[in-house]
């Protein structure tokens, strides 16, 4: 079964600062996903990866997938207290849309 | 996108009970997912339902703990049953969107005692 890695497990930042999250897989991803997750809540979609070398950005949000499509970095820049949360990486498991889940980054912002 | 809804959002069950969530979808899909998110874990794929057949079921999840109705393209239910405190977790229902996206709904949150 796939495993996805991510790393670090949480990240404390100043506000303002930019951040890098990582997610690593034991297996070629079909497709990658990025979740936020508000503390108890439900999960936000921020967006797929499907192509190696692809890179998408939402508002401050920008995760690419490496040409090997085994991992994928999620970075944001000029951190703000809304965007703390726990992101979670997710794969697809090629074609039925079940989705694996990583182990999560919990990010806290400090103003 | 799809708007999901669940209930109830929340809930504290007595041991060797059951619960029934229910999950609601603003727009037909064929499949939806049910997912646990143990305290302070990522979340694991329970089953998946797709309407006319019954549940798929991941290894460690059983029909008989978990049984799971699917009456239609807009609505689901996952019941817990015979509940014990390991069970205390949030559950969430995702669907299936345009593009291989993925929603999900707000998850119910269970505390079993």
């Known amino acids: 079964s796939q495993e996805l890695e991510q790393s670090p497990q949480s990240l404390i930042v100043q506000e303002g600062k930019n951040l890098t999250i990582n997610c690593t897989s034991s297996?070629?991803?079909?497709?990658l996903y990025w979740y936020k997750q508000k503390y108890g809540e439900g999960l936000i979609f921020l967006m797929m990866l499907q192509k190696g070398g692809e890179e998408k950005s939402h508002e401050k949000i920008t995760a690419k997938l490496d040409e090997k499509k085994q991992q994928s970095s999620l970075h944001i820049t000029a951190s703000q207290p809304s965007h703390a949360g726990i992101y979670l990486c997710?794969?697809?498991?090629?074609?039925?849309?079940?989705?694996?889940f990583g182990t999560g980054t919990k990010l806290q912002v400090i103003p | 996108s799809a708007v999901i809804s669940q209930k109830p959002s929340r809930d504290i069950c007595q041991r060797g009970t059951s619960l029934t969530i229910q999950c609601q979808v603003d727009s037909q899909v064929t499949m939806m997912f049910w997912y646990r998110q143990q305290p302070g874990q990522s979340l694991t794929l329970i089953a998946t339902a797709n309407q006319g057949s019954e549940a798929t079921y991941e290894s460690g999840f059983v029909i008989d703990k978990f049984p799971i109705s699917r009456p239609n393209l807009t609505f689901s239910t996952l019941t817990v049953s015979n509940m014990s405190p390991e069970d205390s977790s949030i559950y969430l229902c995702?669907?299936?969107?345009?593009?291989?996206?993925?929603?999900f709904g707000p998850g119910t949150r269970l505390t079993v005692t």
């Open positions: 995702s669907v299936e969107g345009g593009g291989y996206e993925q929603y």
């Open positions: 997710g794969a697809d498991d090629g074609g039925y849309q079940k989705v694996t």
């Open positions: 297996k070629t991803l079909y497709g």
